[in-house]
């Protein structure tokens, strides 16, 4: 990979999901962070090197994801990573709308979709950051085997 | 009054007048045969022309006639001692003619009067018929009009009374004509109508009456009959003056109240119907919704170990890697199992509501120790908390309803208030147990939580993600199913800022109470 390695969050608040999410996305040679709720993902995306891209469900106990958006937007310095919805709801298109989301996967989606949404987002949108940062990404060991890249 | 005791009191007044009337009569009689000639028409004269001032029309000229018999009879039978004095003979047909043409002019100037008066009332009311005759097409189409109208004048007195009215009212119009108004509305509302006239009349416009008030008419039956009313003030000049009438035109609406009423119930029907589909619709929605969430893992989860198959299916896969894919293997199979489990305790529950609705949900009742249910229950927590317990803790239940009733507590609180749980079991009361369960969580708003036992309900809407939002309400139905009741406090002993805190009290019976469910019609499910 060219540039350093791009973060995704994923918040979700069924470990089965975050963890599904988690072990493609590595896969596919992301650095992956998750959160239950709201409120843990704001913990996150607050720290230093916050999030690239953000994998939202929107109904979640303690902070929901519309609670989330508005202080991401809000009260994040440079809320710059675009956010997807992920949800098992109707709504989706509706509800990525009313957050000014870039996106939604509805739910249950197929990996293929997934992986399609994360590549659009992040291989369109160049890093803002510089680069010497990156030793605080340090590139995840055992998925480097199940890289696309190393086939 | 009623209609009836006011036909009494008439009656009573006619009596009473002409009691006194006769006994005036008998006394006059009883002077003139005592004191004889010149005093023998004297009383009748007096008679007569009090008679008919005071008396009503009809009555007066059947007093005066009396009177006038009378004396005839007496004049013709004079008692034989009496001595016949010419001067008084002439005197006493003098005094006779006197009296009686007194009276006569008396009556006939009353009703003189009250003739005039009723002509005038009606010259203000139908100028157009006074113009050209009854039969002209404008009198026509007013006492013709589809809906009952009287007209009043400025004073109150009815001065027109089409034939409508004569049906709706059951008074004729010689019978109404001239009388107040008032005399068609029940009686108590008699005065209050006075002064809405008067205030009518200090403002006069074309206005319905009473509205928003069921308005009531008073048929000569004594019968009140539900109306409708549009009042118009109209100008009259006669005579070059000018006289404000008010036309009020009147419905009956027995008939429209009845369709109202009806519709009133079918449409209760209809929105009854429409309720419960869109509860459904609301069911199937939110199970749709969480039917999806252990889908997606199912499906990412499916589609992992084919990835996984597939590569290690590959000629050049290293013994490193086969070793990663076999182990990515069993964790998708364990999470797919996990999440099948998970889809059948979904169903299940599902199936729960379906047979609470139709009543079909049966206990099966044993001896059941709730501490010990309750240690099962919070024994799969990550921190389990020590269940506190004391005195006897068992009841007469469904052991597997209860289990799932305090699971299902536990897993809530557990969701909201992540290891601030905690459960107590209190056998110390003769009739009853009662499982206490607290969390340090947010709690509960108290305008909440009367709702929080109803189907589908989640608070606050999006906060909640999983549950169907029918944990507690089967919770609810299982813990009445038992006799027992489930109900929602602050955690007393929770610091007032570190937010709420919720607790919940099961409170069983320890003998059954009732036993079946009992078919709910307000909670028919149509799914």
New interface residues.
């Given amino acids: 990979m060219s540039t350093a390695v791009r973060r995704i969050l994923v918040v979700d608040d069924e470990l089965e999901i975050r963890e599904l999410l988690t072990m493609v996305l590595t896969e596919e040679g992301y650095l992956v962070h998750s959160a239950v709720h709201g409120e843990e993902a704001l913990r996150l995306v607050l720290a230093p090197n916050g999030a690239d891209l953000i994998l939202l469900d929107m109904r979640m106990p303690v902070m929901d994801g519309w609670t989330f958006a508005s202080h991401y937007q809000h009260d994040v310095p440079e809320p710059h990573a675009p956010i997807i919805v992920v949800t098992a709801a109707q709504d989706a298109r509706r509800w990525a709308d009313e957050i000014g989301a870039a996106g939604f996967l509805s739910k249950p989606f197929s990996l293929h979709d997934v992986r399609a949404a994360v590549h659009r987002f992040l291989d369109s949108v160049p890093d803002p950051r510089p680069d010497p940062d990156s030793d605080s990404d340090p590139d995840p060991e055992p998925d480097a085997d199940f890289a696309p890249s190393a086939a | 009054m009623n209609a009836p005791s006011s036909a009494r009191a008439r009656v009573l007044g006619v009596l009473l007048r002409w009691g006194i009337l006769l006994g005036a009569l008998g006394l006059s009689t009883l002077l003139i045969l005592l004191l004889r000639p010149v005093a023998i028409v004297l009383p009748y004269f007096f008679f007569a022309i009090i008679a008919a001032l005071v008396l009503p029309l009809a009555e007066g000229a059947v007093a005066l006639a009396l009177c006038v018999g009378l004396t005839v009879y007496l004049l013709g039978h004079r008692p034989a001692p009496l001595p016949p004095l010419p001067s008084g003979t002439i005197l006493q047909v003098a005094a006779w003619i006197l009296g009686t043409g007194v009276g006569v002019l008396v009556l006939t100037e009353r009703m003189r009067r009250q003739v005039r008066a009723a002509v005038r009332r009606a010259e203000n009311v139908l100028p157009a018929a006074r113009e050209h005759g009854p039969d002209h097409l404008y009198a026509r189409l007013l006492s013709e009009a589809p809906d009952a109208v009287v007209v009043v004048d400025s004073a109150g007195f009815i001065v027109f009374y089409n034939r409508q009215a004569e049906s709706l009212f059951g008074y004729t119009r010689d019978e109404i004509l001239g009388l107040p108004v008032e005399r068609l509305l029940p009686e108590e509302v008699r005065a209050r109508h006075v002064q809405y006239r008067a205030a009518f009349m200090a403002d006069p416009h074309t206005r319905p009456m009473g509205l928003g008030r069921t308005l009531l008419a008073q048929r000569k039956d004594g019968a009140a009959v539900p109306v409708d009313v549009a009042l118009a003030p109209v100008q009259s000049s006669q005579g070059g003056k000018n006289a404000l009438i008010v036309k009020a035109a009147v419905r009956d609406i027995r008939a429209r109240l009845e369709i109202e009423a009806q519709l009133a119930s079918e449409r209760a029907g209809k929105e009854a119907a429409l309720a419960a589909v869109t509860e459904r619709d609301a069911f199937l929605?939110i199970a749709?919704?969480?039917l999806?969430?252990p889908?997606?893992?199912?499906?990412?989860?499916t589609?992992?170990l084919a990835?996984a198959v597939q590569r290690a299916e590959r000629m050049d896969v290293?013994s490193?890697?086969y070793g990663?894919l076999r182990a990515?293997a069993a964790?998708s199979i364990a999470?797919l199992e996990?999440?099948s489990a998970r889809m059948v305790a979904l169903v299940d529950r599902l199936l729960d509501v379906a047979r609470l609705g139709t009543g079909k949900m049966r206990l099966e009742r044993t001896q059941v120790d709730l501490a010990a249910l309750a240690r099962t229950a919070v024994g799969g927590l990550v921190h389990a908390p020590q269940v506190v317990a004391w005195g006897d803790t068992v009841v007469s239940g469904d052991a597997l309803r209860l289990e799932q009733v305090l699971a299902n507590l536990v897993d809530n609180a557990e969701?909201?208030a992540p290891g601030t749980v905690w459960l107590d079991v209190d056998g110390s009361a003769a009739g009853h147990v009662t499982v206490i369960l607290c969390d340090r969580g947010?709690g509960i708003p108290a305008e909440e939580r009367a709702h929080v036992f109803s189907r589908f309900y989640q608070v606050g809407r999006?906060?909640?993600?999983?549950g169907l939002g029918l944990g507690l309400f089967l919770a609810h139905e299982i813990v009445q199913l038992h006799g027992g009741t489930i109900t929602l406090c602050d955690n007393g002993e929770q610091n007032s800022n570190e937010g709420g805190g919720l607790c919940v009290h099961v409170q069983l019976p320890r003998t059954a109470v009732s036993t079946d469910a009992v078919p709910d019609a307000e909670r028919d499910l149509v799914y």
């Avoid at chain 2, 889908?295 to 989860?301: A, C, H, I, P």
């Avoid at chain 2, 999006?462 to 999983?466: G, H, L, Q």
């Fill in positions: 929605s749709a919704h969480e999806r969430t889908l997606t893992s199912l499906r990412g989860y589609e992992l990835e290293s490193q890697e990663q990515r964790h999470a996990r999440q969701k909201y947010p999006r906060e909640r993600t999983t």
